[in-house]
């Protein structure tokens, strides 16, 4: 079982947005003021969207332009879980999952306990499952500072009512990966992350087509391969598909009504590498005295081209939006023509999506 990811790297790019809020802003005299997301680093404040919500966002995605049916959500008390069934619901293999359930309790051989009357015996467990898509936040590439935006309700009899939020223009960037070869795939062992799936769903799934392979990292007590349960490749391939694909009509954002941002990428690096480092990171900083201002950093691409060339398996695809950093444009096209790093095809944001998704297909086992 090969080891491959898709690691990705997005830059966004909004005017006058509020993304993702923070709740009462405590700085403000007025009762009613929203504050945005922002953290701080080397005494700069940088906006973001948090990971959680861009995740939001990509199951909406999902679910209303690839025509996934999610997982359904129980609340008991203080906790809520989805129903934690990745062979019925692809989000469940895809975003991952931890539920309490019922299972069969084994004896030594692994084989189920019976009582006197024959019936299996139960027992508590947790099933949990390790998300194969992990993401970053979406933080601005260079500092911001939000505008405070005064407002007021004043269609009503007597007095407006004022409030007030947090608005802000920023490039902002985020990562992702997505592990090609646990998309589809589980195990079972009682470890944490590792026990996706009880006894019963196990033995559903190969009854309806699933298959056992061997786990090429993790051996028994014995000197034998654990088995992992797989679905078939086209499944596997339409949730990787599908996952990517998102991201050509992904939307969100908080105050929408008044405050629409396109969070669709406006660039885009998408390549498949066998380890699970993200080399992609620093190409886009900032400069200034404030440090506002976004710079593409096209010699940190090149190097990490070059230091990890022989982590790449096959093209490197780098889309961006016509207007979007149109003085970079030059220098990507030489991408091309460099010998020393992996192929590099420049092309716009969906053509970037839709080639690598062609290439994916043929390294899926």
């Known amino acids: 079982m090969k080891n491959l990811k898709t690691q990705g790297f997005v830059l966004i790019d909004v005017d006058v947005v509020a993304l993702n809020n923070a709740g009462k802003n405590t700085q403000s005299n007025n009762d009613n003021a929203i504050a945005t997301k922002s953290i701080r680093k080397n005494g700069r404040s940088y906006v973001y969207v948090s990971g959680q919500a861009w995740r939001y966002w990509w199951r909406e995605a999902l679910q209303k332009n690839a025509g996934w049916i999610m997982s359904p959500i129980t609340r008991e008390g203080k906790i809520a879980f989805t129903n934690a069934d990745p062979f019925k619901y692809p989000d469940d293999d895809v975003f991952g999952y931890m539920r309490a359930a019922k299972d069969a309790e084994l004896d030594e051989n692994g084989d189920p306990v019976k009582d ?3 019936n299996i015996k139960m027992t508590n467990v947790t099933v949990t499952r390790i ?3 992990k993401n970053s936040t979406i933080i601005s590439a260079a500092s911001v500072r939000p505008e405070e935006n005064w407002s007021s309700m004043s269609r009503q009899e007597g007095d407006a009512v004022p409030y007030e939020k947090q608005e802000y223009c920023a490039i902002m960037k985020g990562m992702f990966s997505l592990d090609l070869s646990m998309v589809g795939t589980f195990s079972s062992y009682d470890r944490t992350g590792f026990k996706n799936l009880s006894i019963f769903l196990q033995e559903e799934a190969i009854k309806n087509g699933a298959e056992e392979i061997d786990d090429p990292y993790i051996l028994d007590g014995k000197g034998n391969p654990k088995k992992l349960v797989r679905l078939e490749k086209d499944i596997r391939e339409k949730r990787i598909f599908d996952t990517i694909q998102a991201l050509k009509t992904i939307s969100g954002g908080a105050m929408q009504t008044n405050n629409m941002g396109d969070v669709t990428p ?16 620093h190409i886009v900083g900032s400069k200034g005295q404030r440090d506002d201002e976004v710079v593409f950093n096209f010699e940190g691409l090149v190097e990490v081209l070059k230091d990890y060339k022989e982590t790449f398996d096959g093209s490197v695809f780098i889309g961006r939006r016509s207007g979007f950093m149109d003085e970079i444009a030059s220098q990507l096209d030489s991408l091309e023509t460099l010998t020393d790093i992996p192929v590099v095809k420049v092309l716009s944001v969906n053509e970037a999506i839709d080639k690598y998704c062609e290439q994916m297909k043929s390294q899926i086992e």
């Open 131 to 133: 998300s194969p898509l």
């Open 116 to 118: 006197k009357k024959g």
């Open 266 to 281: 406006k660039f885009i690096i998408l390549a498949t590498a066998n380890t699970g480092n993200h080399p992609f990171s």
